[in-house]
């Protein structure tokens, strides 16, 4: 019966598809117990729906699923509990909603990676930017998947104690340039580029990234940007909680779609959405 559910969600995936020139939104979905704003939320099948279903009626696009956080300070997470974690909630996910939204494997593993794509996953999503796994190329070019390489300075357990760089915005370019290339190499068709806002940089290391987001459009690969409810905000709103940085976390995604973001991932569907909505009905007028 398992195997069978999986061939049927390969055969019923939303086809993958960044040529719109409307942004999109990709919705977070943590089934974990410590992600720094909705540990254990989510652990749950039923639970994890119930977000899902939400998700998608407030006009998500992709919804990135992910069973280890990398928060700062994180504790690193077996292959096989974080399989347990979100391999339930893909099947499901899918099954239910394959056909109209994208599901992607936030994972830095390739055993995870391996079995969400057999599931019906079309992206994975690497915090680790091919540091950790390089075959996790090679499996998404095998798949046809999306790939996001995303750029980080240490592990979730270190990254924060003293992020140092030359040029923040000239370094973290030239890694994913390199990075993109090999991918290339490897033969993954859609490469996805994320700055990593938040991944060992300091707050002024953060704002000057999101203020060159333009420099790494020049790459020449779709931009995702994620900010949402990150403690950057909190520090810059004079320590507001984490439940309590909506607004902030709208204004910086609106200002990285003014910077050309393609994709925006986010805690909050529905207002990242109306965001886009008017961002888009305002560049038509151009």
Known sequence: MLRLNRENNLKKRKKFDLTSDKPAVMGIMNATPDSFSDGGRYMEVSRAMDLIHIMRRDGVTMIDVGGESTRPGAEAVSVEEEIERV???LESGITSFGGDVVFSIDTTKYEVAKQALETGAQMVNDVSGMQKELRLAELCA???AAYV???SQGDPQTMQENPEYDDVVEDVYAFLKEKAEAAQQKGVKNIILDPGIGFGKTLEHNL???AHLDKFKEIGFPLLVGTSR???LGKILNDRPVNDRLTAT??????ALMKGADIIRVHDVREASDSIK???????QH
């Open 142 to 144: 095998e798949h046809d």
């Open 149 to 151: 390489i995303m750029h």
């Open 250 to 255: 709208v204004v910086s995604h609106y200002h």
């Open 87 to 89: 391999i339930p909630i």
């Open 230 to 232: 990150k403690s950057m």
């Open 278 to 284: 008017i961002f888009t009905a305002i560049q038509s």
């Open 208 to 210: 000057k990234l999101l």
